[in-house]
């Protein structure tokens, strides 16, 4: 039986309250409703933040046991090279998987997530991780700006010790135009809203939830649980009316928490209805764009034996306000900002050396010593441990999930940043290895010797004339 | 053990020029002014070299690579020229080559100088640059700057000897105050104003712990020595100094990735001081070293030297610093020409320059009473090129 084995999720630390929107941006006509949305820091994207969902999801659990991995979303940094692949790489994946990309609508993250489950069930790929994860850019004072929010969720779909079994699906699909965005353009077009609401949202939802619960001969009474995601809030409670669920049965749509996650939005949902979840319950999920898929699961004993993750919950209550609306713009790139002539001076990326360094650049793979014990970072062919030297006595190891302890830093006033100071520091990794690293999602005040750091995937730079972002892992303080 | 070139070579002529934004200069009008003080002081002509070492670091921003350029300003004719870098020490690297060509008997008589042109940048602070790790540093590493590397030792140093943010400062501003008082008695220094404590505790933060008055000047210039065979030395003029030690030390990797390393001091620098002593045989270099010019690129750095090179006990520089004993009339005065902080540090030139005060101490030729210090014996130059974790560090002793 083929069902969903382990979640995680990824919610980015600042939040910008909608007042902070209208402050800035109300004498255009934008009026927010009360809420805040999940901002990603300057150092935050799609990628970064389906790897962050990615490795919350695969705590504890065996690299080497995922087949394949699935990325949804609509604001993938690359339209060529895989972006699927790249978080397969951070992820530290083995090459031998299947990785796709599930782009150009919000429902690519359901689609993905039945794709997952098809795959799994051939037989073909086992266990595939699912990502979805959105990092929309928003035009300053479009309604999108305070409707949308950045984050991420990731399953593992398998087919053995699942905790919450596929029972059923529907899928219905319409060319329905309510956003659109061509090859090549920024920002995203949309219709209007109330064409969006009534001839979409309000129609196809109940459609595909209907279609399901026909096919499968069900009562929405059923349900434990009801996700779909909340564009509109009073529309959102209507639909669940119109389908006679009770208003209990609503899945909470972090529409005024985090904000809408496009493609990652059903998915952040039924992670935070899985973290609830007993055993016996039933779970809906619809999405929406450009039709719905519906799917239903049903959860066994084994969420008894989740480990800990992060998930939404923990996410959603660490947090820090971000109160200023010119620095969201600075962070999303959305006004040009003066970093001095130290700033214009770009990085290029040599792609031949990051693809030949993938594992120690992407995935922060060094090495250890199969003589002493010494792990060492970046890799080395020779022991750097002065007791050994051994040469070519070397064996991958990974970094990315070790924890350490902050040797060393400073907040750095000259270094270009679009949020100085630029702080970094040397690590020590617990269990050996130290390297120095940018931090991120920290005050330098926050910052003490000795104090426990993780490591989180971060685009560190962006390489404009060579169209290349260039990603590589950071310290930051425990999000705990 | 090798027996070294202690008393093998001499020094017998100096230049340097005035450092400093000297934004009507470019790095050949500085060789030639630098160059034409050398052989003057020498008393040779330009025929009478056999060989040159030149050393500049970030070539990318003023010569060019090789060695060409120096041969090119110069006219040199037709005689080996080669270039030397290695971070900070790149101008003792120049000199370390010029001093093994003559001991070694290829030649009697060899020049070298370094140079560099900071100021065409358009920015403060040094050039941004591919690093030290070469195409790996786009990759992997933190977008550290010269202030951020050190002020991670001084956040270190502070955290191993349990000294708070304020006492820590406080310890640096003195260091930092002395090497004004020194650069504001010296013509050619490029920063020439005496600072206070309060003036240096209250400026802005470059890196945090490190202020404005903690940081060297980002200069240009140039420095230039000829060198000869100790036996031939006297020939050219009663006073040549000579060289007692010349010694470098490079990271092995063990400060960044192996967790032994306590961050509070540089490494390299003891090794490097402990390969200069046993070749000048110092047995204690605190009471033998009459004066030194060392890598203050920043205060921090000053500091954890007087402990590296045995100046001070380990954790112990504190006390030091407040006794005065590195003042220009201290026991062991340190950056008598005001250092890199206030002499200025053109990185491929500071090596040279930092000799070139030593020289005119040893000849008691000082420019001014008030700098002269009283019948030195032995001085020490000290350059720390690359970061704490990271680095190369070239201790040279030379004497009469």
Redesign the interface.
Same mark, same amino acid.
């Given at each position: 039986m083929v069902g969903i084995k382990s979640y995680g999720a990824y919610i980015p630390r600042y939040r910008i309250n909608h007042n902070t929107i209208f402050a800035a941006v109300g004498f255009l006509g934008t009026f927010p409703p009360p809420g805040e949305n999940a901002v990603a820091n300057h150092d935050e994207d799609t990628l970064s933040m389906a790897v962050a969902a990615g490795v919350d999801c695969l705590h504890a659990i065996e690299r080497e046991k995922v087949d394949g991995l699935y990325l949804a979303t609509t604001s993938q940094p690359y339209e060529l090279r895989q972006n699927s692949a790249l978080v397969a790489t951070a992820l530290d994946l083995q090459p031998s998987i299947r990785t796709a990309d599930f782009i150009g609508s919000a429902k690519s993250g359901t689609t993905a997530l039945l794709s997952a489950f098809d795959a799994s069930k051939s037989g073909g790929s086992h266990n595939i991780l699912v990502c979805a994860s959105d990092c929309r850019l928003s035009k300053p004072g479009s309604p999108q700006e305070h409707l949308y929010g950045d984050g991420a969720a990731a399953l593992l779909v398998g087919d053995e010790d699942v905790f919450a079994t596929l029972e059923g699906y529907y899928s219905v699909t319409y060319d329905f135009p309510d956003r659109w965005r061509a090859a090549g353009e920024k920002f995203e077009h949309a219709w209007e809203d109330r064409f969006i609401r009534d001839a979409g949202y309000a129609r196809v939802i109940p459609e595909a939830v209907s279609g399901l619960l026909k096919k499968y001969n069900l009562n929405i009474k059923d349900f434990a649980k009801i996700v779909f995601p909340g564009l509109y809030p009073r529309e959102h409670g209507a639909i669940a009316k119109r389908l006679g669920a009770d208003a209990s049965q609503l899945q909470d749509t972090l529409v005024n928490k985090v904000g809408d996650t496009g493609s990652a939005s059903p998915l952040m949902m039924l992670v935070a209805a899985l973290e609830e979840a007993k055993p016996g319950d039933k779970i809906l999920i619809a999405s929406f764009g450009n039709g719905s898929d519906v799917l239903f699961f049903e959860v066994t004993e084994k969420i008894k034996s989740v480990g800990n993750r992060r998930g939404v919950t923990k996410h959603l209550n660490s947090k820090k306000e971000l109160t200023s609306y010119e620095k969201y713009l600075a962070f999303r790139n959305l006004a040009p900002m003066d970093l001095?002539?130290?700033g214009e @001076?770009g @990085?290029?990326?040599?792609m031949s050396?990051?693809f030949r360094?993938r594992r120690?650049?992407l995935a922060l793979c060094g090495t250890r010593c199969r003589k002493c014990g010494?792990p /060492? *970072?970046?890799p /080395?062919r020779v022991c #750097?441990?002065?007791e050994c030297g051994a040469v070519d006595q070397m064996e991958w190891y990974r970094f990315s999930d070790k924890r350490g302890v902050v040797?060393? *830093?400073?907040? &750095?006033?000259?270094?270009?940043?679009i949020d100085p100071?630029?702080i *970094?520091?040397?690590v020590?990794f617990d269990g =050996? =290895?130290?390297?120095?690293? &940018?931090f991120t999602d920290c005050d330098?005040d926050s910052i003490k #010797? =000795?104090m426990p750091v993780e490591m989180t995937f971060r685009r560190r730079?962006s390489d404009e004339p060579s169209g290349v972002h260039?990603y590589?892992w950071?310290a930051t303080p425990i999000r705990d | 053990m090798a027996e070294g070139i202690k008393d093998k070579v001499a020094i017998i002529g100096m230049g340097c020029t005035k450092f400093g934004e000297l934004w009507d200069k470019s790095a050949e009008d500085l060789m030639v002014e630098a160059f034409e003080e050398c052989i003057e002081d020498a008393g040779i002509e330009k025929k009478d070299i056999n060989a040159a070492w030149f050393g500049v670091h970030f070539e990318e921003q003023s010569v060019g690579k090789g060695a060409t350029s120096l041969a090119l300003t110069l006219k040199l004719p037709f005689i080996p020229v080669t270039r030397t870098e290695n971070f900070c020490a790149t101008a003792t690297e120049a000199f370390r080559g010029a001093c093994y060509a003559v001991a070694s008997g290829a030649y009697d008589i060899a020049l070298a100088l370094g140079v560099e042109k900071l100021k065409d940048t358009g920015y403060g602070g040094l050039p941004t640059g591919p690093g030290l790790m070469g195409t790996k540093s786009a990759l992997i590493m933190p977008k550290l700057t010269a202030p951020g590397a050190f002020a991670m030792m001084a956040t270190r140093y502070f955290a191993v000897y349990g000294l708070t943010p304020e006492e820590g400062k406080r310890m640096l501003a003195k260091v930092s105050v002395k090497s004004h008082y020194n650069g504001a008695r010296n013509p050619k220094a490029h920063l020439r104003r005496e600072v206070t404590e309060e003036q240096v505790l209250n400026a802005p933060i470059i890196a945090w712990p490190l202020g404005l008055f903690d940081c060297c000047g980002v200069s240009d210039g140039s420095a230039a020595a000829i060198v000869t065979r100790a036996d031939m030395a006297k020939k050219f003029r009663p006073d040549p100094v000579y060289v007692k030690a010349l010694q470098i030390a490079l990271s092995s990797g063990e400060e960044l990735m192996y967790p032994k390393w306590d961050g509070a001091h540089v490494e390299t620098g003891y090794r490097a001081g402990i390969l200069a002593y046993n070749e000048a045989g110092i047995k204690n270099p605190r009471e033998e070293i009459s004066m030194a010019e060392v890598h203050d690129c920043f205060s921090i750095t000053e500091a954890v030297t007087m402990e590296d090179l045995q100046f001070s006990p380990r954790g112990k520089v504190k006390e030091d610093i407040e006794a005065g004993r590195f003042n220009l009339d201290g026991e062991q005065p340190i950056q008598p020409d005001g250092g890199l902080k206030c002499f200025g540090h053109p990185i491929g030139a500071s090596g040279l320059r930092m000799i070139y005060e030593m020289y005119k101490q040893l000849q008691g030729k000082a420019q001014l009473p008030e700098r002269q210090i009283k019948n030195p014996k032995l001085g020490l130059t000290h350059n720390m090129g690359g970061f704490p974790a990271m680095n190369i560090v070239s201790v040279a002793i030379v004497g009469l």
């Open positions: 001095g002539m130290r @001076i @990085i290029r990326t040599p050396a990051l360094e120690a650049v010494t /060492q *970072y970046p /080395q #750097v441990n002065p040797f060393t *830093y400073t907040g &750095d006033n000259l270094a270009a940043s100071p630029a *970094y520091g040397l020590d =050996g =290895g130290r390297f120095w690293f &940018d330098l #010797v =000795g730079y260039g590589s950071k | -």
